[in-house]
């Protein structure tokens, strides 16, 4: 009897967890609380047929081809609208955008991809080890391993890439370098841009801060985080591109290069001394934490 109790209540255990298992994560609306996330910023010529049409701190990409457009970065949720008038105002039309990509999968450059991604019917490129946290709406996160809740809506990744492999549209072919640290799929792209007669080597640098919280020493989720960190800086060190823009418009000094209604000028992103310093000072900060880390440790 007794043991056909604890089967039973064993069996009635196993069906709850399988049941809660089973229970989709909760949608859920995380408060922007960065306000210049939020704050249009007038969509401009970086160079050639690169455009910025990002918001005042969010880094958001529009590279034209002659078979369409390619968005890089979608913002955080409530994005969408600004950045829409942004890419109207520059004369281009949301249903040209064909390709969509993302330097990270992290909520400020995701949460409002499955809006451009509807309009168009744009394919979805995305690192093959960030991909499943846009298929998951966020939900998926090495931080927070018991699931984060659906934080903005899933996105159907069409294509997953490594490191090395292009991103093809019409006469425009991005390279994908993957950079992990800031989170395990984090990517750059490198393109040419030819103008007046002259070559551009673009990047578009994925900058490796380390968010809050993160233990260098102890991520169970992320094993790997201190060689990555140290292997895309010792990397992102050796570039040289001509002219670069990241993820955030600080990391790049957007704000200190430009003002709106500046003419146009190129070399005012072309800064290699500010780019070596900008990797330089993620360096320091890594090894700083790592050493706080280590002392902790031991103590
Ligand atoms: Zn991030």
């Not at 409002?112 to 939900?139: H, R, T, W």
């Not at 102890?218 to 960190?229: A, L, R, V």
């Not at 800086?233 to 990241?246: C, F, G």
């Not at 990391?251 to 146009?264: A, C, I, R, S, T």
Request: aromatic content about 10%.
């Amino acid at each position: 009897m007794k043991s056909r109790f604890l089967l039973a209540a064993t069996a009635l255990t196993l069906a709850t967890v399988t049941a809660s298992a089973q229970q989709p994560p909760p949608r859920i609306h995380i408060p922007i609380t960065n306000k210049a996330w939020e704050t249009p910023f007038p969509g401009f010529k970086i160079v050639g047929n690169l455009y910025y049409v990002g918001t005042e701190d969010l880094g958001c990409y529009l590279i034209q081809t002659n078979q369409g457009l390619i968005l890089v970065n979608s913002g955080a949720e409530g994005s969408f609208a600004l950045m829409k008038e942004s890419i109207e105002k520059l004369g281009f039309k949301l249903t040209d955008i064909k390709v969509i990509t993302a330097t990270h999968g992290h909520a400020d450059h995701v949460a409002d991809l499955a809006a451009f991604q509807k309009i168009g019917g744009a394919k979805v490129y995305m690192s093959e080890i960030d991909a499943p946290v846009l298929e998951s709406g966020g939900n998926l996160d090495y931080r927070r391993p018991g699931g984060r809740g659906i934080i903005y809506e899933p996105i159907k990744v069409d294509v997953r890439t490594k490191d090395g492999d292009k991103i093809a549209l019409g006469n425009v072919e991005l390279t994908v370098h993957a950079h992990p640290g800031h989170t395990p799929g984090s990517t750059s792209f490198t393109f040419p841009v030819t103008e007046g007669g002259r070559t551009y080597n673009v990047g578009i640098i994925n900058m490796n801060g380390i968010n809050g919280g993160v233990k260098l020493l102890y991520e169970p989720g992320y094993p790997t985080i201190i060689k990555d960190f140290r292997e895309t800086l010792e990397k992102q060190a050796q570039m040289t591109p001509d002219i670069w823009v990241s993820s955030h418009a600080g990391q790049f000094n957007l704000h200190q290069v430009y003002k709106p209604g500046d003419p146009y000028n190129p070399a005012r992103f072309g800064d290699l001394n500010a780019y070596k310093a900008k990797i330089a000072g993620a360096m320091q900060a890594y090894k700083k934490q790592l050493a706080e880390e280590q002392q902790q440790a031991y103590r």
